[in-house]
């Protein structure tokens, strides 16, 4: 079992940059790969980011790639994601999702364990 919690979202100005922070419990963190996923009112939650257990490899959505950068930290439980160049299509519920296969998925029905996730705005 493994209990996820999102901090870090707020209200921001386009442009402007944002950390995401997920902090999970239980021993087994290392042992599984994270996800990050988002979704705005009215629309299907999209995959974001996610990045394997070492941290080694990461894998992003279109949409964000060359602005978001995710990482992890596993002596500390936690794994992060650093928002650039925020855009108003941004603007959502940011979730961070673990995944007991260990691979990078961009499927949300791969994933175990979820966070209440975060809300992120980005104002115009």
């Known amino acids: 079992q493994v209990q996820l919690v999102e901090s870090g979202g707020g209200l921001v100005q386009v442009g402007d940059s944002l950390r995401l922070s997920c902090a999970a419990s239980g021993r087994t963190f290392s042992s599984y790969a994270m996800g990050w996923f988002r979704q705005a009112p009215g629309k299907e939650r999209e995959f974001v980011a996610a990045i394997t257990r070492s941290g080694g490899v990461t894998r992003y959505a279109d949409s964000v790639k060359g602005r978001f950068t995710t990482s992890r930290d596993n002596a500390n439980n936690k794994v992060y994601l650093q928002m650039n160049s925020l855009k108003s299509e941004d603007t959502a519920v940011y979730y961070c999702?673990?995944?007991?296969?260990?691979?990078?998925?961009?499927?949300?029905?791969?994933?175990?364990?979820w966070g209440q996730g975060t809300q992120v705005t980005v104002s115009s």
């Open positions: 999702a673990a995944n007991g296969r260990g691979t990078i998925e961009a499927t949300s029905r791969f994933y175990d364990f």
